[in-house]
């Protein structure tokens, strides 16, 4: 019953998935086989403009990428950060009250954090803005006329980069928390300070795990709605300036969202035709994901071969016979077996 059960679930995600696709594929046909310059349907509204539905597409598809990446850059290394503090520095009283204010993050609905972008991020990120623009305005980044009202991309990004902390982080601890007490030990006994013990010790072990709640942090970022929708005053445009209110690009989950209610059915499928096209960016996403973890796994596995393949009589044999105790010396002993290996 069990066994049963278990494959009966694994194959629903699969069906659910697969369903999923076809209704968007289904559903999207008629937009992107349309003749746009000539379809009525399309020539106005919210299609107005678009000679193609590739045209269409291109600048949400940009916008959604462009707005996950500045998240990532902003809040992948905080959270980290966060997730280093919490298990490694932080007090352990201390330590569990962040953790669960952290958590406590994930349970706030994206309304809620549009609403606190406007009233909050918007005023509070002009003066700095205009900072960017006076010292770093030769950057196409922070150059054009700067937002007075703050409706700017970069208010956009810092929302999104807090709505993903608690992902990443939460992610991030509970792998930093497994790394093997022998190793961090035997690296602070060789006199390594604490900082080089994590480097040394922590940050090999978690590097698969960090790849994995980075990018579902993008996977959030990349499927946000209302938040976006909400802050920035977007156009269908590429940009990438981040501190204008004319010259911000939509992304598809807002877009979809604030065009839906008022399109015609034609307009209606456009518009899950972007979704299709989100579908495959995360899908694009998951699988890039998956290849980064394998290709880190496989290196560990490579230099473990290695280092198992020295012959008795090397006179590192005995750091590779020590490496699984020690990661400084498995760091020497696999250094020895690819020099070895090359030669």
Known sequence: MFRFLSTGSAALIMVILAGVALFLIIKASPAITANWATN????????????????????????????ALIALVLGAPVAIGIALFI?????????????????????VPSVVFGLWGIFVIRPFIVPFQDWLNQYLGWIPLFGGPVSRTGSTMLAGGVVLAVMILPIITSISREIFLQ?????????????????????LAVFPYARSGIVSATLLGLGR???????????????????????????NSQ???????????????????ALIATGLALFIISFGVNFV??????????????KTRAARSLPPSDPTSTLSTDAAASPLLAHRAVEKAEEAADR
């Open 40 to 67: 009525p349907d399309l020539s106005h509204g919210t299609t107005q403009g678009h000679s193609s539905f590739w045209a269409y597409v291109g600048p949400l598809v940009w916008g959604t990428l462009w707005s």
């Open 87 to 107: 298990s490694h520095y932080a007090p352990r009283r201390l330590a569990g009250v962040l953790g669960y204010l952290v958590d406590l993050l994930a349970a």
């Open 179 to 199: 790394t093997p007490r022998l190793h961090e030990e035997a690296a602070l006994a060789l006199g390594s300070t604490k900082w080089e013990m994590i480097k």
């Open 221 to 247: 970022a990349l499927g946000e709605t209302m938040a976006i929708a909400l802050i920035i005053s977007p156009s269908l445009i590429y940009s990438v300036h981040l501190i204008t209110d004319t010259k």
């Open 251 to 269: 992304t598809i989950a807002a877009n979809a969202a604030l065009n839906f209610p008022e399109s015609n059915p034609l307009q209606r499928d």
């Open 289 to 302: 994901a998956r290849w980064v973890i394998s290709r880190t796994g496989s290196g560990a596995r490579r």
